[in-house]
């Protein structure tokens, strides 16, 4: 089963603009997680941030979490056609139970 | 580069027979899981573990899979026996720690017929 709820379910935009995709869950959570899979592939850790933070960054990937509504968003910054894939986000319950949502699939146009 | 390997990493198989897959989570990596990935379902956690111990195996149908680590480097799950729906990608994924990152295996693709 899953906790995890992505929003769009796809996303097509063309490269260099921003994309950003939405997770909402519906218990309390140690952390969560973005991950990223490319078509036939396992999937790809891209960044955690913990239920104690509000934002974190890497490269050009910035997460928000907001514990209050439990949702968090993922920001890919000047898409490339690489970044192609579908992206899932995780969440950590705090009684051990870890859950993946049901993925944004994302198409970066060239 | 330390990477999670899985084998088989595709397997064809008639209704009713046994069906092992195994994982060599990356070294020193104590917390070990298994999913299954369909269209239908998505990403479901079947079974993972922490220090070779069991500590939640909920989404696993228990009639027909098994799983174990009989050793650090090595998991296994089984399906004894077999059936079409359990066709699947089967991942298995390692992380350094119980609540940290995971990293995914190649995963495996089982058709069962």
């Known amino acids: 089963s899953q906790q995890g709820e992505e929003d769009p379910q796809a996303l097509s935009i063309q490269e260099g603009e921003n994309a950003t995709m939405n997770c909402s869950y519906k218990?309390?959570?140690?952390?969560l997680q973005w991950y990223r899979q490319n078509s036939g592939r396992g999937l790809v850790h891209l960044i955690l941030?913990?239920?104690?933070?509000r934002e974190k960054h890497s490269g050009r990937l910035r997460v928000t979490l907001d514990t209050s509504k439990k949702s968090s968003s993922l920001l890919i910054t000047a898409s490339r056609a690489a970044d192609t894939a579908s992206y899932f986000c995780?969440?950590?319950?705090?009684?051990?139970?870890?859950?993946f949502g049901t993925g944004t699939s994302l198409t970066v146009i060239p | 580069d330390a990477r999670v390997t899985q084998t088989p990493r595709h397997k064809v198989t008639e209704m009713g027979q046994e069906v092992t897959m195994r994982c060599q989570p990356i070294?020193?990596?104590?917390?070990v899981f298994w999913y299954r990935q369909t269209m239908m379902q998505g990403l479901e956690l079947l079974a993972y573990?922490?220090?070779?111990?069991?500590?939640?195996d909920s989404g696993m149908p228990k009639d027909r899979f098994s799983a174990e680590m009989p050793d650090a480097t090595l998991a296994t799950l089984k399906i004894q026996p077999s059936e079409p729906r359990d066709s699947a990608v089967y991942f298995c994924?390692?992380?350094?720690?119980?609540?940290?990152?995971?990293?995914f295996g190649p995963g495996t693709r089982l058709l069962v017929l």
């Open positions: 070294l020193g990596h104590n917390t």
């Open positions: 941030i913990r239920s104690n933070e």
């Open positions: 218990t309390s959570i140690n952390n």
């Open positions: 994924a390692s992380g350094p720690g119980p609540f940290g990152g995971q990293y």
């Open positions: 995780a969440t950590f319950e705090m009684g051990n139970q870890f859950y």
């Open positions: 573990f922490r220090n070779r111990a069991p500590l939640d």
